[in-house]
C-alpha cells in the first residue's frame, strides 16, 4: 500500500490520482488485494461481482462483491473490516490524507490536515487515527507474538428496576463491556529491562476462535514451523 502512494511524487500527480471515486477504488484495491481479492470473513479467495439497482435498471455496483466460498457467501467492499469500514467520506479525501501523512517527515497535526483536506478538526483527528492504524498493517509483527484478549468499558450502570445479574456465563452475559485483542512480539534479547517488541490490539465482534484468528492474520505475519 505504502510503495503505491510513494509513486505519487507531486501534488499534480495526486490529483491526477485522486480524480475520482471509480479511480480511487481501483487504487485502493490494488494496494490492499495486490494478488487478488480475499474475503475478510473466511479468507477464500475468489469472488464475484455482485449487481445493484440503479433508476429501475440492473446495473453492476462498483466495488460490491461476494464470496464464492460455499459456506459463506460474505458480501464486502474494499473497506470492510478496515479502519474506513462504513466511513461517509469520499474515497479520495482519505487517499489524500494518507498521502499527506506519508509526505510529511515528523507526522502533520490534525489542524494541518484539517486545512488540507477541508474537513472539521475532529474529523481529521479520528481520520489520522484511522490511517495510521491502516498503515500499521504494513509492518506485521513477526518472531513470538503473544495473544491475549482483555474487555474494555466501564462498569455497568445499576437501574432499580433491573433484576439482579446472575453468576457465571449468565453475568457475563449482561456485561456491556467490549471483547478485544491485544498482541505484542516477544523481545529477542531476554535480558531484564529490554524493551519489548511492538504490540497491536482491537476490538472484536466476539472472542470466537473464527473471529480471533481474522484479526490475527491481518496482524501477525506467519510462516514460522508451528503454523502449518
Not at 531484564?192 to 482491537?202: L, N
Request: charged share 25%; proline share 7%.
Amino acid at each position: 500500500m505504502l510503495a503505491a502512494l510513494s509513486d505519487i511524487r507531486t501534488v499534480e500527480d495526486m490529483i491526477e490520482a485522486f480524480r475520482d471515486e471509480d479511480h480511487c477504488r481501483r487504487l485502493l484495491e490494488s494496494m490492499v488485494w495486490p494478488n487478488g481479492r480475499i474475503c475478510p470473513s473466511c479468507g477464500y479467495r475468489h469472488s464475484i461481482a455482485i449487481a445493484g439497482r440503479d433508476m429501475g435498471k440492473r446495473r453492476a455496483r462498483p466495488g460490491l462483491y461476494q464470496c464464492s466460498n460455499g459456506d459463506c457467501w460474505f458480501q464486502f467492499t474494499v473497506t470492510t473490516h478496515t479502519p474506513l469500514h462504513s466511513t461517509k467520506l469520499p474515497l479520495r479525501v482519505w487517499l489524500k490524507a494518507m498521502w499527506l501523512i506519508l509526505q510529511s517527515d515528523k507526522g502533520m497535526s490534525s489542524v494541518r490536515l484539517a486545512e488540507n483536506l477541508g474537513v472539521s478538526q475532529p474529523t481529521a483527528w479520528r481520520m489520522g487515527h484511522a490511517l495510521r492504524l491502516m498503515m500499521a498493517r504494513e509492518h506485521m509483527l513477526d518472531g513470538t507474538v503473544e495473544v491475549d484478549h482483555f474487555h474494555l468499558g466501564g462498569r455497568q450502570k445499576k437501574h432499580p428496576n433491573d433484576p439482579p445479574p446472575g453468576r457465571g456465563r449468565k453475568g457475563q452475559a449482561n456485561t456491556q463491556k467490549a471483547p478485544g485483542l491485544a498482541m505484542v512480539r516477544r523481545p529477542d534479547d531476554n535480558t531484564p529491562g529490554t524493551p519489548a517488541g511492538d504490540a497491536r490490539a482491537t476490538v472484536v465482534a466476539d472472542l470466537s476462535s473464527r473471529a480471533s484468528e481474522r484479526v490475527m492474520e491481518t496482524q501477525i505475519e506467519l510462516g514460522g514451523p508451528f503454523d502449518e
